[in-house]
């Protein structure tokens, strides 16, 4: 990630984002509720949803030369948001009986 060009593509590494920790923990949650999943498996069901994403898409998008420094971006910036997400995802675990 280091060797890669940063061109700040805004708007669809937000996009990304928000589609990862904003709408993926919201889907899972509600999954989760329409198939009546309850306790920690729920819990950890919706939490799984809620992590950024990988370095493994890095690797992979480098490896076959497909947007590599979209992707670096993308899972740059989801690791720092993520902070704030996966903790507000935590709190509102305490809801999920």
Do not use: H
């Not at 998008?61 to 993520?82: M, R």
């Amino acid at each position: 990630m280091g060797s890669m060009k940063w061109k700040l593509n805004f708007s669809d590494v937000m996009l990304s984002n928000v589609l990862r920790l904003l709408i993926g923990p919201a889907v899972g949650f509600w999954i989760v509720m329409a198939m009546g999943i309850e306790g920690v498996m729920a819990q950890a069901l919706v939490l799984s949803c809620a992590v950024p994403s990988s370095l493994s898409s890095v690797l992979i998008a480098v490896e076959y030369d497909n947007e590599p420094e979209f992707t670096s971006q993308v899972v740059f910036s989801s690791t720092l948001f993520s902070i704030f997400t996966v903790t507000a995802v935590i709190y509102f675990m305490s809801f999920i009986t």
